[in-house]
Every structure is written in C-alpha cells, then in structure tokens.
C-alpha cells in the first residue's frame, strides 16, 4: 500500500472517530454541525454516510444502504450536500445541465435497485434452495428465473459506475480549471456514488458490487463440489462403454452431460457477470485453477456429446450396413445396367464413412484440452479417472469402425459377384429365345423368324457388352475403398472377372446362330422382291390419287403372294409384314377420302350458314345442293346408304323457307319480263320524284296528280308481281302522302291482321303474311310493338335462332358432354355412335353455336357408314387359305371349321370373299 493511501486512511479513521463523536452529541448538535459552512466538518459527514452505507450492505442491507444516498436525513440528502455553493461557484450551464442529470438519473437507478430487490431476494433463496438438491436441470432453471434480475443489477451497477465517472471528470475538470478545490460538491458527488478510493466496496457502486460478490461466492463453491461430483459419475459411465456395444446406453450419458451443460452454463454464467462489471477492480477475485476447471467442463460436456454422437453414427452406421435388406439379385443386376444402383458405391463409402469415425475417435483421443486437464492439481485424482476412460473409449470406438468397415466392403463386393452370375445367366436365357425363333426344320407347323433373329442379335450383343462394361465399371467401384481393405477388394474383383469372361464367350454362339438366319431369310426375300413391285406401283397410284390403278395392282401383288406363300413362311416376320403392308393398303384405299368428305362437307354447312345469315340464300342453297351432291358421290363410291344427316336437313329447310318469302320480292333479271317491269318501277319513281318536287314548292295539287300516276303504274306491276318489296314500299308511301290519316288507320289495321297469322305452321299464308310484315317495317321500323313482332315471326318461321338463355346453353353443353363421352368409349361400336350422335343432334337444336356438339356430330360421322373393304387379319386370312386347301382335297369338316373361327369377328361376315366360301360350305354340306 502507497504511503498516500496509508495517510488517506489514517485521516478517513480520524474522521471517522470524530463523526462518530459528533453523532453522538445528539440530533440537535449534529444538524447544526451538518448545516455549517466550515470546511472542517465536510470530512466526518461524508465519512459516515460512506461508512453507514457500506455497513448495511455487509449485512445484506442492499436497500436500505441505497436509499442513505437519496434519503433526507436531519435536512441534509447526500447527493445534495452543499449543492447550494455549488451553484454559486460560477459553473458554465452545460456543467449544471450534467450535473442535474447525474443526479436524476442516480436517484432514478437508485428506486430502480430498489425496486427490484424483493424479486432478487426472492429468487436468490430459491436458487440456494435448488442448489442443494443437487440437481444441475433445476438449478439452471431455476438460474434463468435470477438471471435477468441479475442482468438488471448489473446493467443499474455499471450506469451508477459510468455516472459516476462522469461526475468525477466534472470534478477534475473544473478543479483544473481552478474553479473549485479538493472540498467542493463535485468532489463529494464523485465519491458517494464511486467510494472514497481508499476502502473497497465503498460508495453507492461499492454497495451494488457488494451484492454482485455475495451472488457470486454463494453460489460458486456449492456448484463447484456438485461439479466434481457429475464428472466422477460420468468417467464411471465412460468406462462401461468400452469397447462399444449396441445398444449403448446413450441417454443416460447424454442426460449426465446435459447436467455437466447446464452446471457449467451456470458457472460460466456467473462468472461473465463478474467479469461484466465495468472499472478495473472485479468484485469477485477469480482463482485460475477453478477457471480452468470450468473450461474443463466445457470439453467435457461439448467432446463427450460429440463422443456419443460419433459412438451412435458409428455403431447405427454399421447396423445399417449389417441389417440392409437389398433387393432381388436380378432387380440388382438391372440396376446396375440403368446405372440406377448405387448401393455398393454406398456400401463403400460406409466403409470409408466408418473409417473415417474411427479415424476422429482417434484425433479425440489426442486433443490438447485433455493435457490441460491434466494439470488441474485440485480433484485431479477425478480429472484423471474421467480422462482414462474417455481415452480407452476412443480408441475401442476405432478398432470397432474399422473392423465395421471390412464388413462393409465384403457386401460392397458380393452382391456384385451375385450380379454378375445372374446377369450371365440372363444372357444364356436371351441366346436361347433367339434359338427358338428359327427351331428345327422337322416341325413343319413351326413358325420361322429369322430377320427377328437378325434385327435382334445387334440387340443382344450391345446387351452383352453392356454387362460386360457395367461389371467392369461396378468392379471399379471397389477401388474407391480404403487401401486398409485392399487385400479384400482385390480377391473380391477376381470373382466378378471370371463372370465377365463367360458373357463374352456367348459372342462367339451368337455369330453362328446368325449365318443360319441368313440362309432362310434371303429365300423369304426374293419372294417378297416380286410382290413389293406391284405392291409399289399401288402405294404410288393411291399417293396419286389413282385408285383404280391402286386396285389393279394391288391385286396382283395379293396373287402373287398367295402362289409365294411357302417362301414367305420361311421367315413368318416377313410373310407377316408383307400381308400386313396389302391389307393397310386396301383398308386405305377404302378409307382414303372418309375424313376429307366429313371436312368438306362441313366446309359447305359453315359456307350455307354464313350466306344465310348474310342474307345471300341462294348462295346458301347453291351450298348444301353441293354437300348432298357430295354425300351422294360417297354413297356410290362406298355402295352403301349413308346415314341421314339432320344438321343438313335443318340448314335445306331453313334455306327452302327463306327462298320461298324471298320469291317475287324482287324482280328476276332471267325473267322475260324484267325489262318491261323494270321500266314501270323506273316510271313510277320518276312520277314520285315529280310529285315530291312539287310539294317542296307548294303545288299540292298538281303534285297528286303525279302520285296518282304513280300509284297507276305501279298497280300495272303489281298485277304481275303482287309481292314486289320495291312496289309496293312505293304505294304505301305515296298512300302515306295522299292521306295521311287514311294511311296510319290501314297500316294498323294491316298490322294487327298479321298478328293473327299463325306462323309456326310455316305455310304459304305465313310467308305472305311474313312478306306484309317486312313492307310494314321497312316503311316504319320504329311503330310500337313491330320491331318485336318481326322478331317473334322470324323465330315461329325458322329463319332466326331463338335466343338462347343460359338454361338452353346449359343443357346444351350437358347434352354435348354426355355424347362425347359415350363417343370416347364407343370406337365402331355402332349402337354407342348412334346414342352418341342423337345427343349432340339434340344439343345441337338448343344451341347450334356449341363447338363440342358439332365436333361429336362430324366424329360420328368419320366412324360409321359401311368401310369399301372388309380385311382379315393375318390370322383369319392364314384360317381362309387352309379351308380353300380343305376344300380342294374335299375335306369340307375341316373348312367349315376354320369358317366358323374366322366368322366369330363380325366385321368377317361382310366379307365377299368369306361370304362366298360359306356359300360353298354350305352347298357342299347340304
């Protein structure tokens, strides 16, 4: 201790004494002493308001110690003490300004520290009541609970510290300044919160860190014993583990751990709080063999969870291994051919995996901390005892990997030798199906199939080569393994090479097989040269559209192959292809024109359509005439009815009506008598004009002596053509001028004649009538009530849609949607295509805008209808040619035999050429 601080303290006991003295004397004597302006009496108050603070927080008093620092005490507050002179020693504002500040903010710490001391109190006891259970999952818990209490002190004792230094910078400053000396409030306000600087734990921070050290030294000593006690148990459990087991008891090591964890957590924790505390004095002095110790628990808790944790991979990884249910050998080797196996490369890099395991067992075997331990010399009989075990852990845990790992590599290995046998045995089992495509020559009724032999034999020799890369390629996979089990992989991969080696001699069988197939191919192609020549110019004619031509030759190719027949059966694949490439030919030609006739009838009913409703009806007429002559021309090609069309039949009646009213509406310039008719209604309208002229200049008179005129000659016209628009448009109009009155009274009279027309009958009155109505609305479209009317005619007369309300749209689409379902499974089935047909028809007439109904209408129409040819199948076709044989050698049984098989498919019996064997047939047998 420097000699300044022995005089400091000798004169702090002085004052001390003399306060003491004073106190003594009496309230009276005291509160004038305190109240004095001698500088000599500063000493012995400061003095034991410092002591009396200190004093009650020794005892635990931590509140009440507080509070002396605020407390107004026979008129004196300590944190006021002569702040009167204070103010009047000439101090700058901002120095004021700090000074009400430091003291605002202490008095508000101080109610704070206060404030929170039931709490800490409350859960201190708790936490020492904890303690003593011994249990590390309770104590932490009960820790978390004072922490941030503890955290609340701490940051309230480091403000007091940092205002506190704050008022001694003041103090220095002004002092400097010359402002003030040593005796002044600045220097009293310092040392109240900060301490005289001569006795520890002084002043309103040595109060705050008073508590901080009682925290800490009542709970660090009883959790330090508590820790020796958790690593002895824990070196006891590491040493039941060696060498490694399954099951290891791993949640009871686990769950020691966790406590040596939430010891150390709080240890440590404490620690940081004291080491938290600003200022260069700590309130705690820390011993460095129990710091060390504590950084022991953190290893000991960290490396043993990792320990555990590697011990499980380790151990679970090998189970893994050991317990793998692979799959069928077969499923393997085709893995291995899709490149979608990697299960040996697994298995492999399980082994290196469980090396590697053992290779970090051993590296924790040699960690620095374990040194460090070590040295600890209090409890190093426990530190010893913990290290030993774990270390003999270690080393177990990595002769277990290791041997785990040889494991590992041998199932790598097997499973491919398995492979390989199965993948050969697969390859024997492919040459024998190639064998049997061309079998022995004494079977008469075997079928040949060489150019199938020929086409697959590049198949099967990539196939063979496949296995042989693939095996070559998985045995490579071995070599990825650790040279620690290179011994093993190479003895493994000799047993996979002698598999490779017999695949390959298969090479050689295959060659053989494959002249033979020549041989008995090249026959069935010369007989298939002749036929493909006039089987060729027919395909050429058909691609010309030149279906007679296409049939002319056709028909020959088909005698030729059928006076070929005993070469072609040397190689049925050809025999097969040949009759296949006729028959899909005379389908074609049959067919040909099927999908392009529903095309461009439906091009005709969309052309008919829009002329119709563009009001052109002998377009549209000139349209659907087209479409029926085109249906007709089909029905001749295919010899067959074709069915109705409705769509069709609606658009022609729809046509028809129009055409009808359309009739003497205008006149006909083929007519003979145009050019006089003409001539009148050119009159006609000149004397209307004339009439029209004179009525602008007033002449009423004279002006209805030219629409008489007018009226005369048109009357000449009408005689002919009654129901001319322009005729009589021009009557009513000149009506209309002449008398007016007359005019409106007929026109409505007309009007309501027409309404009693009955239009749905469509007759010729109803389009007369429809006729009249027309007139009336060309002359007055907007009378009340006409424009509706014409509506409401056109739709009873079919020659306007009916509106279509969401209802009818509705249905429509429902309707639609059942007859494109029952299409989709219809295919030919004739009764479903007919349902199919009959709804959309349906949905049609409600909306004929429905896109799906047309769509099934005109699918329908693709699929039925009788074909132009009827062709057998190459099996039925092969029954046909046997019974004709029958025949011939007059063994009508078996013919009519094969009969009866090829009439079971329906589409046979259309057949001319199998209608007329059955009429053989049956002559014969009859």
Request: glycine share 4%; net charge neutral; hydrophobic share 35%.
């Amino acid at each position: 201790m420097t000699v300044r601080k022995l005089r400091f303290l000798g004169l702090f006991a002085t004052m001390l004494i003399s306060f003491s003295g004073l106190y003594a004397a009496g309230k009276n004597t005291a509160t004038a002493i305190y109240k004095a302006d001698d500088i000599s009496n500063y000493p012995s108050y400061f003095n034991q308001v410092i002591s009396s603070a200190k004093s009650k927080a020794s005892s635990g008093q931590y509140s009440q110690s507080a509070k002396i620092f605020i407390q107004e005490k026979s008129g004196v507050i300590p944190l006021d003490y002569q702040y009167d002179s204070f103010l009047k020693e000439g101090h700058s504002e901002s120095t004021v300004s700090q000074v009400e500040n430091i003291k605002s903010e202490i008095k508000e710490s101080i109610n704070g520290y206060i404030s929170f001391q039931d709490k800490l109190d409350s859960y201190k006891k708790s936490l020492n009541s904890t303690i003593n259970t011994k249990n590390a999952g309770t104590i932490l818990s009960e820790y978390n609970k004072i922490e941030p209490v503890i955290k609340s002190l701490l940051e309230t004792r480091n403000k007091v510290y940092a205002l506190g230094i704050q008022a001694q910078t003041l103090f220095a400053d002004a002092r400097k300044k010359g402002i003030i000396k040593d005796a002044s409030y600045l220097s009293y306000l310092s040392k109240f919160i900060l301490g005289n600087g001569r006795d520890e734990y002084t002043g309103l921070v040595g109060v705050m860190d008073t508590q901080i050290l009682q925290i800490t030294e009542s709970h660090i000593k009883p959790l330090y014993s508590q820790e020796q006690d958790l690593v002895k148990k824990l070196a006891s459990q590491f040493s039941e583990i060696s060498p490694p087991a399954y099951p290891v008891d791993s949640n009871s090591i686990k769950s020691r751990c966790t406590q040596v964890e939430q010891l150390f957590t709080v240890m440590n924790s404490l620690l940081e709080t004291n080491e938290a505390v600003t200022g260069e004095k700590k309130p705690y002095a820390q011993d460095a063999e129990y710091i060390t110790s504590i950084k022991a628990l953190y290893y000991i808790y960290d490396r043993t969870f990792k320990f555990i944790e590697l011990t499980e991979s380790s151990v679970n990884l090998a189970f893994e291994v050991e317990d793998f249910i692979d799959k069928s050998v077969a499923d393997i080797a085709q893995d291995l051919r899709d490149k979608n196996d990697d299960t040996s490369v697994t298995f492999i890099k399980q082994s290196n995996t469980l090396l590697q395991y053992g290779n970090t067992a051993l590296d924790m075997e040699k960690e620095k901390w374990l040194e460090d331990v070590k040295k600890i010399s209090s409890g190093s009989q426990r530190w010893n005892d913990f290290i030993t075990a774990y270390t003999n852990s270690c080393s177990a845990l990595s002769k277990y990997c290791t041997s785990k790992s040889l494991v590992a590599v041998k199932l790598a290995g097997e499973r491919l030798i398995d492979a390989a046998k199965n993948m050969y045995s697969e390859d024997v089992e492919k040459f024998q199906v190639l064998q049997n495509l061309i079998p022995n020559q004494s079977n008469p009724n075997a079928q040949q199939y060489p150019t199938k032999v020929l086409s697959s034999i590049p198949t099967f020799k990539k196939s063979i080569t496949l296995d042989v890369n693939t095996l070559k390629s998985a045995s490579e996979t071995l070599n990825a393994g650790n040279s620690v089990n290179k011994s093993t992989i190479q003895s493994l991969q000799k047993r996979i090479s002698d598999s490779i080696s017999s695949i390959e001699k298969l090479n050689t069988q295959t060659n053989e097989l494959a002249d033979q197939a020549r041989t008995q191919q090249r026959e069935a192609l010369q007989a298939q040269n002749q036929i493909d020549l006039y089987y060729n110019r027919a395909l050429s004619s058909y691609n010309s559209n030149n279906f007679s031509s296409a049939r002319q030759n056709l028909d020959r190719a088909t005698t030729l192959y059928d006076a070929s027949i005993s070469s072609l059966s040397r190689d049925a694949g050809i025999r097969e292809e040949v009759y296949g490439r006729l028959t899909k030919l005379k389908q074609n030609i049959a067919e040909r024109q099927k999908p392009l006739l529903v095309q461009e009838i439906r091009v005709y009913k969309t052309n008919a359509k829009s002329a119709y409703y563009a009001g052109n009806f002998e377009e549209a007429s000139i349209q659907l005439a087209e479409a029926e002559k085109t249906r007709e021309n089909w029905g001749k090609f295919m010899d067959v009815e074709l069915d109705a069309d409705e769509e069709l039949d609606r658009l022609n009646n729809l046509v028809n009506t129009a055409l009808t009213i359309k009739s003497g509406k205008e006149l006909n310039p083929n007519d003979a008598l145009y050019p006089e008719m003409s001539q009148i209604l050119s009159i006609s309208n000149q004397y209307y004009k004339q009439a029209q002229d004179l009525l602008d200049e007033g002449n009423k008179e004279e002006a209805k002596v030219y629409l008489n005129k007018a009226k005369d000659k048109l009357n000449e016209l009408k005689i002919i053509y009654p129901r001319n628009q322009q005729a009589n448009l021009l009557s009513m109009r000149i009506d209309q001028i002449l008398d007016i009155k007359q005019f409106n009274e007929a026109f409505r009279t007309r009007f309501e004649e027409l309404k009693l027309v009955n239009y749905s009958l469509r007759d010729s009155s109803a389009q007369i009538a429809y006729s009249d109505l027309q007139d009336l609305y060309e002359l007055e479209p907007d009378y009340p009530g006409l424009k509706a009317f014409m509506s409401q005619t056109e739709i009873a007369l079919g020659l306007r849609q009916r509106p279509i309300d969401n209802s009818s749209i509705e249905e429509a689409q429902a309707l639609a949607e059942q007859a494109y379902a029952i299409l989709s499974e219809a295919e030919r089935d004739t009764i479903k295509l007919e349902s199919a047909r009959n709804l959309a028809n349906r949905a049609w007439a409600l909306n004929p805008n429905n896109d799906l109904a047309v769509s099934v209408i005109d699918e329908v129409a693709l699929r039925t209808g009788t074909s132009a040819a009827v062709i057998l199948s190459s099996r039925d076709e092969e029954k046909y040619q046997q019974a004709i044989t029958y025949l011939q050698n007059g063994n009508v049984v078996a013919a009519n035999s094969n009969l009866q098989e090829i009439l079971k498919t329906p589409e046979n019996r259309r057949s001319a050429k199998v209608q007329k064997l059955q009429s053989r047939i049956q002559g014969m047998l009859n």
